[in-house]
């Protein structure tokens, strides 16, 4: 039987690990938090990341805490006073669910054997012993020991403790170098962020108090949502993305996730693509000698990940901007480009096995 030493328990190395051992292969996820301890807050998940669950075998238990589409909500972009400055279409989105990190990670934590991962365990190093190692090590990914690039914003995020009427619309609202994201979870509750352009490094002495100050004059009901957040669980993350890697593969050791391709979150992509990963990766390992399903994994996932995160960070600038030609842009953009460009990031498929291998 194939070993496989996975690090890090995040989206990426959990469901790498359902993927392979549904192949048979004996599987260990090392994770160093002393137990789950995913952020409060919420994920997008798309069409892509659900088609890669359902490769996974995930799909169903994933659906049962992502509910149905949330009803009656236009979503898009909006000012700060709540004037919309363009909607998306319904068919975009269709598949679209946000659910809350922790349930993911539950459901996800439970499709596997019991033991399969040790908590408490921060790797150092290529682990010995196993045919492969993947490095789901997040962002900051020692196995890739490449720096992170800050990209000038930083965000704030949180969910209600109970249901709030998000008075029919969600999305983004866009002020001068700032935004404010609202979305449904399954339960009524809001997951809602914040982002501001400002330099590294700075912090406030309350960070939840600097959240109202930006926010609370912004259009209904981001007060009220402000208000339906316990402040302690409000968490702030500065804005990263890592320089494009000319392989995703070291020998027998091979990088996934954010570990391999972090972007701007602009997208809402990168668990997504964490998920294809996985899927991709298993799919290759399942069907080729270990070498040729490596370089099968790098040689199709680098061109996908790798324009998504320039996407995302185009997108980030356009967003954050400050100039007033922002608003026009997004108003004048046909909704049939903006369906296209969301259509066309979801509509991603399992490549087959390269010819020349059965
Ligand atoms: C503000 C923000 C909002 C976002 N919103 C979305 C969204 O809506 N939709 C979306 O698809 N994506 C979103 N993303 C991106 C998404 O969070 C990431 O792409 C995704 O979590 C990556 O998963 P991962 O498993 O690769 O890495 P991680 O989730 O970072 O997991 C890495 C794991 O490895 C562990 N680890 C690290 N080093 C070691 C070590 N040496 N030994 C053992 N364990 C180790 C860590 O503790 C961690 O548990 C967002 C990101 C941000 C910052």
Redesign the pocket.
Known sequence: MSRVAI???????LTTAIGLQRHGWDVSV????PASSPVGAG??LFAN?FRALDLLGAGDAVRTIAGPAPQHLTTGQRRRDGRWLATTAPEAISALRVVHRADLHRVLAGLLEPGTITYG????GVPGGYDVVVA????RS?TRGTPVRYRGYT?W?GVTTRPVDLLGGAGESLGRGERFGLASLPDGRVYW?GVVSLPAGTEFPDEYAEVRRRFDRWHAPIADVLDATDPATVVR?D?HDVAALPSFVRGTTVLL???AHAMT?DL?????L?LEDAATLTHFLGALPIDAALDAYDRTRRPRTQALSRKARTLGRLLQSRSPLRDALLRLTPAAVATRELTGIQAWSQPGVPSGHS
């Open positions: 690090i890090g328990a995040g989206i990426g190395g090392f994770e160093r938090a994920l997008s990341g365990k921060k790797v150092d789901a090590d997040g962002l020692p965000s995020r962020f993350t804005i996730g954010d570990a979150p809402g992509q990168g668990a997504n964490a």
